[in-house]
Each structure stands twice: as structure tokens, then as C-alpha cells.
């Protein structure tokens, strides 16, 4: 996801992240060098040496910081990176079990009734188009089980 503008909030003491379909608030207390009154920022703007995936910050003192896009993301929630986190997760966790498993790679193929190319989609962690059907049922032929738990969030408890 790229960065379209980002410009600092004082009053919110957040910055504003405009990204082509969503604004986003990413507060100052997150940032590694955060700003304050003695201290504050002098330039913030879209990096185009990271491909307009994240910001640089400037402060006063001369310090700066860099936010990518995905931390942005992840603090927001945002339900499509979270779903992509979700699937990262889950594909390392069958790398890792099929590199372990007894079963041959083609006997898991076999299993899920699928084409090799479809297998090896599934294993690619950063193919995102993948869906959580489609990895649920390789983990399962692979002997795992998963269990999705739902927390209450934080970040709405603190309020």
C-alpha cells in the first residue's frame, strides 16, 4: 500500500497518514524519537527511496525516524492487513510442518486433491491471494489443528 500524503497533528499529537483508500491516524508516543515542545518536528514527507511505503520525520535536533506503512497499518487494524498477517502466520507454520512431515510432497498434493502449482501457491508466504480455506485444509492434511481465539482488544479495554 503506498502513501499518497502524511502531515503532522499537533493537536491530536498524531500524524495523518492519507494512503488511495484510507486515512490513518499513527500517534507521536508510537514513534521511536518522538517529538516534543522542546524538540518538535520540522519536516515530515513521503519517502520515495522506500517506494511511498513509508514517512520520514525530522525533528529540530536533528533527528529523524522513518514509519512504514505496515506499522500504520497494524496499529489501526486494518482488517485486510490483518488478514494478510494472519495468512503469513499460517503459511510459515506449514513450511515448517511440511519440511518436518513423513508425508511425501506429492502425497500431500494427492490429499488436498490439487495441482502442484496450486501446492506450492499455498506454501508462498507472500502470495496473499491464497484463501484461509484453501491453508486451513493443507494444515489439517498435515495432521494440525488450528484453534482461532477471539480476544477482547486492548486498545478499546484501555478506554
Do not use: W
Not at 492487513?81 to 513450511?95: E, H, I, P
Not at 519440511?99 to 501446492?119: C, D, N, V
Not at 502470495?127 to 484461509?132: E, I, M, T
Request: aromatic share 8%; proline share 5%.
Amino acid at each position: 500500500m503506498k502513501i499518497k500524503k502524511v502531515s503532522p497533528n499537533n493537536r491530536k499529537k498524531a500524524f495523518e497518514v492519507a494512503t488511495y483508500g484510507k486515512d490513518y491516524l499513527f500517534p507521536y508516543a508510537k514513534l521511536d524519537v518522538p517529538p516534543s515542545r522542546e524538540n518538535p518536528i520540522t519536516r515530515v514527507y513521503v519517502d520515495g527511496e522506500l517506494d511511498n511505503e513509508a514517512f520520514t520525520y525530522e525533528l529540530q535536533s536533528g533527528d529523524e525516524g522513518t514509519v512504514h506503512i505496515d506499522h500504520v497499518l497494524e496499529y489501526n487494524r486494518d482488517p485486510r492487513y490483518m488478514r494478510d498477517l494472519l495468512l503469513y502466520k499460517l503459511t510459515l507454520v506449514a513450511q515448517e510442518r511440511v519440511k518436518s512431515s513423513p508425508l511425501s510432497k506429492r502425497e500431500l498434493i494427492r490429499r488436498l486433491g490439487t495441482s502442484p502449482a496450486q501446492f506450492y501457491r499455498l506454501l508462498d508466504q507472500t502470495d496473499y491471494r491464497k484463501s484461509l480455506d484453501q491453508l486451513m485444509a493443507l494444515l489439517h492434511v498435515l495432521d494440525c489443528e488450528v484453534d482461532l481465539v477471539v480476544k477482547e482488544d486492548r486498545l478499546q479495554k484501555a478506554v
